[in-house]
């Protein structure tokens, strides 16, 4: 595991904060934050926003339709019929609640 500093054109700086977690393989990213309250579903909002204004700079596409929302743990929310607790969302775009996920979707 391990956070990393997401360099922004121009001299930008977007640090990604000590609660978060982003995982990185490749092309690939995941990112991941234990919630404790509601702030937590603010901060990892901003941080898939932050993700996606990188992206733009950089020139890169997200494709949103591999991306995805997975609540792990107790208390978690893991099935499609049950209303999540917060509403993820990059671009504008809802990401879907997943009650599991494989790392070559495609």
């Known amino acids: 595991m391990f956070s990393f500093l997401m360099k922004r054109k ?11 977690i982003v995982k990185l393989f490749a092309d690939d990213v995941k990112l991941y934050i234990r919630v404790i309250n509601s702030v937590d579903y603010d901060r990892i909002q ?6 996606y204004a990188w ?3 950089w020139q890169l596409s997200i494709s ?34 997943v009650n599991s996920c494989r790392d070559d979707l495609q």
């Open 10 to 20: 121009e001299g930008q700086s977007n640090r990604i904060h000590s609660y978060l």
């Open 55 to 57: 992206a733009e700079d």
């Open 64 to 97: 949103i339709s591999k991306c995805c929302v997975l609540h792990v743990g107790k208390g978690s929310v893991t099935t499609s019929t049950t209303t999540p607790a917060h509403h993820f969302f990059i671009n504008g775009s809802p990401l879907p609640v």
């Open 46 to 51: 901003a941080a898939l926003s932050a993700l």
